[in-house]
């Protein structure tokens, strides 16, 4: 099989991985020039469709994984009209898109979200991911939007993704992890390599309706029990983690966009989460990496820098400072 990939982040470098060792050929369109190892790579804009119809010359498939900085004003300017294009492109060639998707769109159906539940959006960042939904559903195209929580994985970078930024990195590198919400609330994780195996299987299910899929995730740990996890991963003592203060959260959102946005997005670490699993569990029989898995996996590649003490800290010491860094999306 051929595929595209837009965007190559956390999750599309890690498809490229995928669908390369599984011995398809790729190719990646990103803004960058960069290579991406064993793909071809072509720079370009995914709004652009001269672009993306060179880049989908041959393709079975699009995975469309670009993103944009953890903003609703700037998903709104920067998101939607590049899925149109992506979709216009693909309907004309006949051939399906897959999106990676966050439970945002679902509010509080998130404690339980099971693949039948319909957008129920509680934030700015949720209003957007519905209405990407909804444009996904109405498209001719053939579509499948594959749900996951929030993630972690070797591509994974701690400026964009929470549970490694605030909880792993602070325990490797021995400083306080900051738990947001309800740090004993059990909440949803799932493994970027068990999301990109999931987009993978779904190209067959993609329908002009926008197939909706639930990502295999294991179950749902609280924030001090994965800090716990994660000491016990490295052989070190647990620390003590601390909860920022809604009010410390809302102060920074006055400097910060990125802040702002998670203080709307408090009520998904104030409850449980969980993903309930879904056709991609019963029908091809995927099955999610165990969180114990994951974290060994993640403290062997820290291991040595934490153990010598040498690595650098990417967490401040107090949660307040992350308000003058500019972050993308976590998930």
Do not use: K
Request: one cysteine or more; a positive charge.
């Amino acid at each position: 099989m051929h595929t595209l990939i837009t965007g190559a982040g956390q999750i599309g470098t890690q498809l490229a991985r995928d669908l390369i060792a599984a011995g398809h050929t790729v190719t990646v369109l990103r803004r960058s020039s960069a290579p991406v190892a064993g793909a071809r790579t072509h720079a370009g804009d995914a709004g652009d469709r001269a672009a993306l119809r060179a880049a989908a010359r041959g393709a079975e498939a699009v995975f469309h994984c670009i993103h944009a900085a953890y903003s609703a004003p700037a998903w709104r300017r920067e998101l939607p009209h590049r899925e149109q294009a992506v979709m216009d492109v693909a309907a004309e060639l006949g051939i399906p898109v897959i999106f990676p998707e966050s439970v945002y769109a679902y509010g509080r159906s998130a404690r339980a979200l099971a693949e039948h539940a319909s957008p129920a959006p509680v934030s700015p960042l949720g209003e957007v991911r519905a209405a990407l939904l909804e444009a996904r559903a109405a498209h001719p195209a053939h579509t499948a939007s594959v749900i996951a929580s929030d993630l972690i994985g070797p591509t994974a970078a701690a400026q964009t993704s929470v549970v490694l930024g605030m909880i792993l990195t602070p325990v490797a590198t021995r400083r306080t992890p900051w738990l947001l919400g309800d740090p004993d609330a059990p909440h949803a994780v799932t493994a970027i390599p068990d999301l990109t195996r999931a987009m993978i299987a779904a190209v067959p299910l993609a329908t002009a309706a926008d197939t909706r899929l639930n990502a295999p995730t294991p179950p749902a740990r609280s924030q001090r029990d994965m800090a716990r996890d994660a000491a016990a991963a490295l052989g070190l003592p647990m620390p003590r983690a601390r909860r920022i203060p809604h009010a410390a959260i809302a102060l920074a959102g006055a400097a910060s966009p990125m802040m702002r946005e998670m203080a709307h997005q408090r009520y998904l670490w104030e409850a449980p989460s969980e993903l309930v699993p879904g056709r991609l569990t019963t029908e091809p029989g995927l099955t999610a990496t165990p969180w114990e898995q994951t974290v060994a996996e993640w403290a062997a590649s820290v291991g040595g820098a934490s153990a010598g003490g040498s690595a650098r800290p990417t967490t401040p010491r107090r949660p307040g400072l992350r308000a003058r860094r500019r972050r993308t999306a976590p998930a």
